[in-house]
């Protein structure tokens, strides 16, 4: 529960960060910013700082900063005209509007940094990381809802498994033959966790491969990695990042397909839904954070990354009324020396944002009645 309190609180910052780019852009270019609040709806508690109010309000579906004038439309004491979005340069425009985006791609950009420092880099052989004899992941229920081995015994992620029965698993391919023929008997695992070595017993699992049936202990390897120095960190977090956005793109394209949201909507009442057409609401992200004992803490961190990979690319979409659809209103400004006129804009904005709380209550309903287990 605790990584779940932890994520539930990055997620939280996150979304501040996103709302504290705007407010420090627009404060840096002269702009008047009214409120900053952490969720919608009528006010719980606030207070007043200067010209801003700062507060929180009790529908937790984001954050917003309110800055003067975003729109022609906008009733502005003509004292602070000359502190409006609306009056400011194409290039003050676009620093606000953007620096949201910005934000969380630094955010995701920093995670990749920090993990290809502190994790390192995987080693390959022909195309694939090298596993080890050491826990990444512990798989903690087999398919017919039973606890696995792994999870019985009391393996932890970061783990070492040194012998089993005595006989010494220096190597993967060691530890996988040593445990294929040692199905529902019982087993001794010599695991060296931190600095202590540990002895564990229990009746090995079994699973069928191919018609046979081999043993089965329950956890998924860390892969063998090579120390980064901060040069060759920066490079393998740019390399991550923009595998993140591919990523994203290609799991977008795959859930708008016809038989994907059908999926999704027959998810809503019971049916099955893959996992790569799944979105994953915030609900959804606690619940991954709840496992990190079982998981590992770089799986959690990572996850986090790529959310704010994709918190990006959907606030950056130029779609009214995100902020790369206000980017798109200030290019199309620009370009055309017209002032755009918003109202016809309002159409755009129910679609988008319909759309946006659509698939946003079906993942919330999803991770209640099927939740996540990684």
């Not at 009528?42 to 309000?57: A, L, M, N, V």
Request: proline share 5%.
């Amino acid at each position: 529960m605790a990584g779940g309190f932890v994520v539930f609180i990055a997620l939280v910052l996150f979304i501040v960060a996103h709302e504290a780019g705007h407010y420090f852009a627009a404060k840096a270019t002269g702009m008047k910013v009214t409120e900053f609040f952490l969720g919608f709806g009528p006010r719980i508690w606030s207070f007043k700082r200067g010209e801003t109010e700062y507060g929180i309000k009790p529908i937790p579906f984001g954050a917003y900063v309110k800055v003067i004038g975003m729109s022609s439309l906008d009733e502005v004491d003509p004292e602070d005209e000359h502190r409006t979005y609306r009056s400011k340069p194409f290039w003050a425009k676009s620093l606000v509007v953007l620096s949201g985006v910005a934000a969380n791609f630094l955010i995701a950009y920093l995670i990749f940094f920090g993990l290809a420092l502190t994790q390192g880099q995987p080693v390959l052989e022909d195309g694939e990381p090298i596993a080890t004899t050491s826990v990444r992941a512990i798989v903690t229920e087999t398919e017919t809802g039973q606890p696995t081995t792994a999870a019985a015994l009391g393996l932890q992620p970061s783990d070492t498994i040194l012998a089993v029965d005595g006989e010494p698993t220096p190597e993967w391919a060691d530890l996988v033959g040593a445990l294929e023929s040692k199905g529902r008997k019982t087993i001794t695992l010599t695991v060296l966790r931190g600095d202590e070595e540990l002895e564990l017993t229990g009746e090995l699992g079994v699973r069928t491969v191919d018609g046979v049936e081999r043993g089965f202990l329950g956890f998924s390897p860390a892969s063998l990695t090579e120390q980064r120095s901060v040069g060759e960190a920066v490079v393998d977090a740019g390399a991550q990042f923009t595998e993140g956005v591919r990523f994203t793109f290609v799991s977008f394209a795959r859930l708008l397909q016809f038989d994907s949201l059908g999926q999704l909507f027959g998810g809503i009442f019971g049916g099955e839904v893959d996992d790569d057409v799944r979105p994953v609401s915030l609900v959804g992200v606690v619940q991954i954070g709840a496992q990190a004992d079982e998981v590992g803490f770089a799986t959690v961190a990572l996850i986090l990354a790529i959310i704010n990979v994709v918190l990006g690319i959907i606030n950056g979409l130029p779609l009214f009324p995100l902020d790369g659809g206000h980017f798109a209103v200030a290019l199309y400004e620009k370009v055309t020396g017209r002032t755009a006129d918003v109202r016809k804009l309002i159409p755009v904005a129910v679609v988008v944002i319909a759309f946006i709380s659509i698939f946003g209550l079906a993942a919330i309903i999803l991770d209640l009645v099927d939740p996540i287990n990684l």
